[in-house]
């Protein structure tokens, strides 16, 4: 019989039981329920507080402070559990690494074997050890994770993002994949860092892809326009494929739209646009806007398929 230990925690990891005749904590007491989830994109980062939770394959070590007996490396099986001397059978399989340390200094105590004792644990080594980048960057792929990285370092490691890359970003957590958070990524200095969140082993990154507006017809370069501004309109659009062609017809300019009733065309005022008589117009992603030339003999729904048939160069439309 030991007497009152003291305690190691690896990874700052620490449980320590009051009273040998302290109740068992119920392993799988249930959790605060998750706050609602925004349908707004947030930024969010981890505290301290929020463990990597343990899974199947992970290498923990178990040690009982003042106690150099009780010091076993043990690897999580697939149905998550682990076996260790006096316990037998321990799930530990999505519970947080603080969580088993408790279970199991209360669990040693009230079987007789340790008075006391501080138990540390500590993930010696990951089953997944990488972080899978995907989407809109320049070399997708597993990047190998040493040591504390963020959302930029693992993002430099794929090269970057391509020019057809939006402004968000799924951060999927291994050990909380039902809950990936959604980050706005910003080249502005002064805000960029609230978007530089911390990953973890295992974890996915998504970078989603822009939303495309054409401009096609009588314009000097019918080009796809990514909306990384979602606040695009269609004069800035059409600025963007650097402007219309003198024998551009402005008044019969139309906008062809997806909508869940179909597709729908309305028509663009263009001239008033610009004489400022009437709001300039918001587009939105998959947007057509189509400018058709005074001398065209045919009707302008064949001139719209023409168009859309010759474009050939893509502008890319991003922040200064």
């Given at each position: 019989m030991y007497t009152r230990f003291g305690i190691v925690v690896a990874i700052a990891i620490t449980a320590y039981v009051t009273t040998a005749s302290a109740q068992t904590v119920p392993f799988d007491a249930p959790r605060p329920a998750s706050p609602p989830v925004s349908?707004?994109?947030?930024l969010l980062t981890?505290?301290?507080?929020?463990?990597?939770r343990i899974g199947a394959g992970d290498l923990l070590q178990v040690t009982v402070f003042g106690a150099p007996d009780y010091n076993y490396e043990v690897?999580?099986?697939?149905?998550?559990?682990?076996?260790?001397?006096f316990l037998g059978r321990v799930l530990v399989a999505e519970k947080?690494?603080?969580?088993?340390a408790k279970y199991l200094g209360v669990q040693l105590s009230q079987r007789g074997y340790f008075n006391n004792p501080?138990?540390?644990?500590?993930?010696?080594?990951?089953?997944?050890?990488?972080?899978?980048?995907?989407g809109e960057v320049q070399k997708p792929g597993v990047y190998p994770l040493?040591?504390?990285?963020?959302?930029?370092?693992m993002l430099s490691a794929a090269q970057g993002t391509t020019q057809t890359a939006g402004d968000k970003v799924s951060v999927i957590h291994r050990d909380q994949p039902q809950h990936p958070e959604t980050v706005k990524l910003t080249y502005d200095g002064e805000y960029s860092p609230q978007g530089n969140v911390r990953v973890f082993p295992g974890d996915t990154i998504v970078v989603q892809k822009a939303g495309m507006v054409y401009v096609v017809g009588d314009v000097q370069k019918p080009s796809g326009i990514v909306m990384v501004n979602p606040h695009l309109t269609v004069l800035k659009a059409i600025a963007l494929a650097q402007g219309t062609n003198p024998n551009a017809s402005l008044d019969k300019a139309r906008l062809v739209r997806k909508t869940s009733?179909?597709?729908?065309e309305i028509p663009l005022h263009l001239k008033q646009m610009l004489a400022a008589k009437i709001p300039d117009m918001r587009v939105e992603p998959e947007d057509v806007i189509f400018v058709p030339n005074s001398a065209l003999k045919t009707g302008v729904k064949r001139g719209m398929e023409a168009a859309l048939a010759t474009v050939t160069g893509v502008v890319i439309y991003r922040r200064p």
């Open positions: 349908t707004q994109p947030t981890r505290t301290s507080q929020q463990e990597l690897r999580v099986s697939d149905d998550g559990n682990i076996n260790l001397p947080t690494p603080r969580d088993v501080e138990v540390g644990l500590f993930v010696k080594e990951y089953a997944a050890q990488g972080v899978t980048v995907l040493l040591g504390a990285r963020t959302l930029f370092d009733d179909g597709q729908v």
